[in-house]
């Protein structure tokens, strides 16, 4: 994915003043920042939901993005979820979503509808949804919010994995913690983005501790 000079404002106000973002398959990258910053402004844009007031947005294959508000119909079950975005995505199978559903432990609530769901396995539900028809860019809002500890380990792994097998991830998230299972981080200030770290990425696949970091002062966006 490749991003040019976004510019986006609300009346007037200035929100993104500038993005340039070059996302490579096989990469995690996060983008951190305060709340208000415009982190859902742009995976917004990214998404295709936002048109931006100027600047582009280029991308090969399929995209999956979960938003930061979970939108789930409460009458229906799990399942129904599966079966009405099966059909949406136009996919064969759910084995792709099934395998997900058992990473998150999300399968023991196939018959539960989604209105008496917790907010944890809500968000469970609206990540394997975003993700069931195996995207190679997957767009994730504040994607661990409400989720247990092992819940929280759990969805890292799965991102771990699919950036593995050469997806290209983008994180957003107003906590910068848990910052070493990214491969890049951007901080958004000011309506640009700031490298804090980047990996060499020939080095991407090595283990954290065996990287070196690109300066932040040489890294580019
Ligand atoms: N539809 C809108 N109309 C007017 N202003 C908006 C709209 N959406 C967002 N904003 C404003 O744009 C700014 C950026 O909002 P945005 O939701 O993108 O920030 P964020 O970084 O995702 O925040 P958070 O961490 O709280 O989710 C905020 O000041 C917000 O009030």
Redesign the pocket.
Known sequence: MKVSGLHHG??RRA?LRGIDLDLRPGVLAGIV?E???????LLRILSGELRPDRGSVHHHGRFGYCP?DVVLNDALTVRQHLDFFKTAFVLDDLRHAETIMDELRLSQYADVRAGVLSGGTRQKLNLTLALMHDPQVLLLDEPYQGFDWDTYQRFWRLATRLRDTGRSILVVS?LAYDTERLDEIWRLDGGTLHPTRRWRHEEAHLPVHRRRAVRPDRARP
């Open positions: 609300y009346q929100v920042g709340n208000g910053a415009g982190k859902s402004t930061q107003h």
